[in-house]
């Protein structure tokens, strides 16, 4: 794939610019990983493990779900196809995505990566309409991303909220791949032991901040790596 060409949309350079449908997520064909928000923990929980990465700039947790065991592994893309029924916010709209116009800047622009094998002029749906306004489907699109915008924000302060209290430990996940142990690592979760000896004052202030709900969501779905397990040596 030839590299990223990230253009800011405008109406009179993008007017008769569409999007196929075609291949929609090829462009996390390779990812084993991908960013979610807080907001999707249960949902997204109930099909991928969801586990944090450390971000060792800032000091602070992503929360991810895993789709591969290794680095360029995606074992929930087979034959170009999505084999599960949730799809990731941050998935969705590329190949529209937000970039800030100047380093550092506070505000975000939508652009279109014109590398995409989905950009085009013959088919998919417009981004504008004859008159220069914008379709449906691109004033769709742009709510969906200042909302992801909007919930990574408060994703933030969950995951600051869980570092303040040291409940977020790193993990080896081990896992057997035809007989062998594996060990995956940079993998960060929930100490489960530290969250149920949390004194009851901070474990209400968990519960008001509407936190616990995907504080479980997210230890109940690491019973999903076994899944990923199943995936990687299911008999070709």
């Known amino acids: 794939m030839e590299q990223n060409k990230v253009v800011a949309l405008s109406k009179e350079q993008h007017a008769k610019t569409k ?3 075609i291949n929609a997520l ?15 923990f249960v949902v997204a929980g109930a099909e991928f493990p969801v586990v944090f990465v450390k971000d060792g700039q800032n000091d602070s947790y992503q929360p991810v779900v895993l789709l591969g065991l290794a680095a360029n592994q995606n074992l ?3 034959d170009g196809k999505w084999q599960a029924l949730y799809v990731p916010r941050v998935a969705r709209n590329y190949p529209l995505v937000l970039v800030q ?19 085009n002029e013959e088919e ?5 309409k004859e008159d220069g306004s914008e379709t449906d489907y691109l004033a769709d699109r742009k709510k969906q991303m200042g909302e992801f915008v909007e919930f990574s924000r408060m994703t933030r302060g969950f995951t600051d909220k869980l570092k303040s209290l040291d409940l977020i430990k790193e993990q080896v996940l081990t896992i057997t791949v035809d007989g062998e142990p594996r060990n995956i690592n940079g993998i960060h979760m929930i100490d489960e032991k530290k969250l149920n000896e949390l004194d009851n004052e901070v ?28 995936k990687l040596v299911k008999p070709v």
Not at 204 to 227: C, D, N, P, V
């Open 203 to 230: 474990f209400l202030e968990l519960r008001k901040l509407g936190f616990l709900t995907a504080i479980y969501a997210h230890l109940m779905s690491l019973q999903h790596t076994q899944k990923l397990v199943q």
């Open 19 to 21: 999007i196929s449908s």
């Open 101 to 119: 116009p100047e380093p550092n800047s506070d505000r975000l622009v939508v652009a279109v990566d014109e590398s995409s094998e989905r950009v």
């Open 124 to 128: 998919g749906l417009p981004l504008f």
């Open 76 to 78: 929930v893309i087979e």
């Open 26 to 40: 090829s462009h996390i064909a390779d990812q084993h990983m991908l960013p979610v928000v807080v907001q999707e």
